[in-house]
């Protein structure tokens, strides 16, 4: 069974502080890594991807791969209480490129 | 921006009836998929849809689901005996492409509630 796990939290951080929000994956196969930002009753919104070992930043967000270690994780800096919101791992893979998703790391910024 | 749309936002049907969620990818997008999401768990996948037929399917994809193309522009979802396990919300995505580079850009959902 391929399975991307996250710890559902709740990570609660200080406004400004970093966020730091992890998820490993157990198919080697995987290709890519998205991570996904989702308001309670919405869909998921697209942070950044990342399909290279090392770390990708765009702007307050750096996505870090380790593919030896099979784990990906989201650094949010100067964090805001609009970045509050469950933070969505999905691992793609496979012929079609199909996502699979983590149950979601709920993330609270304190104001 | 160009979005993917889905229709209705809001389904309630009783149990056994048919439903048909609609949704309209991104227009230059090649490759179609659905989701689905039971409220406080994982966003799971359904199906994918290529050059007019499935390319690959979940489990959760039984013979009560199909999907279809029926124009250029609309992707249909079809159960057609729903159960009260369908409840759940209902997101259609679609990509580019499917080399492991590509975003898939999600819709907004169709909340299904099934009594």
């Known amino acids: 069974q391929k399975e991307v796990e996250q710890n559902s939290g709740p990570l609660s951080v200080p406004e400004g502080a970093i966020a730091s929000l992890n998820c490993t994956y157990s198919?080697?196969?995987?290709?890519?890594f998205f991570w996904y930002r989702q308001y309670s009753g919405k869909s998921p919104e697209l942070i950044m991807f990342?399909?290279?070992?090392g770390d990708k930043e765009d702007g307050r967000f750096t996505a870090q791969l380790n593919k030896a270690s099979q784990y990906v994780s989201l650094l949010i800096r100067d964090s805001q209480p609009s970045d509050s919101a469950t933070y969505l791992c999905a691992a793609a893979g496979g012929a079609t490129n199909k996502l699979i998703f983590g149950t979601g790391t709920l993330l609270a910024v304190q104001p | 921006e160009p979005e993917v749309t889905q229709t209705p936002s809001h389904q309630v049907t009783q149990m056994g009836q048919e439903v048909i969620l609609r949704c309209v990818p991104i227009s230059n997008h090649l490759y179609f998929y659905w989701y689905r999401q039971i409220l406080g768990q994982k966003v799971e996948f359904l199906v994918s849809?290529?050059?007019?037929?499935?390319?690959?399917k979940s489990e959760i994809f039984d013979d009560q689901f199909s999907v279809e193309r029926p124009d250029g522009s609309n992707f249909t979802l079809k159960i057609r005996s729903t159960k009260l396990e369908d409840s759940a919300m209902y997101f259609c995505?679609?990509?580019?492409?499917?080399?492991?580079?590509?975003?898939?850009?999600f819709g907004p959902g169709t909340r299904l509630l099934v009594l």
């Open positions: 849809f290529y050059n007019n037929e499935i390319s690959e």
């Open positions: 995505a679609s990509s580019s492409g499917a080399s492991g580079q590509e975003t898939q850009y």
């Open positions: 198919d080697r196969g995987s290709q890519s």
């Open positions: 990342i399909y290279s070992n």
